[in-house]
């Protein structure tokens, strides 16, 4: 069945505070919220904590959900994008009062770590340090259009703004890493992760529904 068919009864079961509609809505698009916080966060656990005030504050707000329209994917990811903001301010707050904090004792780095968890770690770095040539407001059109699969009206619909500011974003934001995938870098050595031009030119290969 598609999302379409169950948005309106589902709608008003969560306007109700139907838990059980609530958990389902929270297994259906748990993944892709966390997903989509990570992107803009370029940190695991700070996704984790973007995905947990995300469904807190989804909760909270459940009446203001309108009781027609389609899938609710678009004001999840809407109230994502700006705790995923949030959450990376209070990172910054938190590591300019570390910088200003004695150093702690060194801690014994663990033999275990396995070496695709860090090459994923510096993938993750990288797309979020190409993403992060962006502005914030073309990233998070970017992100949503490009990386989640929002259409340019469900994009408005997340973040509150006009269809056409969307498309204007959504193409400055792809201007910007086309000229970015274009930049002339060292290819990577020994098997190294791509280039941040390269991971930029892989978002570019998506198409925007």
């Not at 809505?25 to 695991?44: K, P, Q």
């Not at 070496?115 to 770095?125: C, E, F, N, Q, V």
């Amino acid at each position: 069945m598609r999302e379409t068919e169950t948005a309106e009864p589902e709608r008003a079961r969560i306007r109700a505070g139907d838990r059980a509609a609530f958990g389902e809505l929270y297994d259906r698009y748990a993944r892709t919220v966390y997903n989509h916080a990570l992107r803009l966060t370029g940190n695991w656990a700070e996704a984790e904590e973007a995905m947990s005030e995300t469904f807190l504050a989804a909760w909270r707000t459940r009446e203001t959900v309108e009781p027609e329209g389609g899938s609710l994917k678009p004001w999840l990811l809407g109230i994502a994008t700006h705790k995923a903001y949030n959450v990376n301010r209070g990172l910054r707050r938190r590591l300019a009062f570390l910088a200003r904090s004695p150093q702690p004792r060194p801690v014994e780095d663990f033999a275990e770590e396995s070496a695709g968890r860090i090459d994923d770690a510096r993938r993750l770095a990288a797309v979020h340090r190409a993403l992060g040539r962006l502005s914030r407001q073309d990233r998070e059109v970017f992100a949503l259009c490009v990386s989640a699969g929002l259409d340019y009206r469900q994009a408005a619909e997340a973040l509150g703004v006009p269809v056409g500011t969307v498309r204007s974003r959504l193409s400055r934001a792809r201007a910007r890493l086309a000229r970015l995938s274009a930049e002339t870098e060292p290819p990577p050595a020994h098997g190294g992760m791509e280039s941040e031009a390269a991971l930029a030119a892989l978002f570019l290969k998506e198409e925007t529904r």
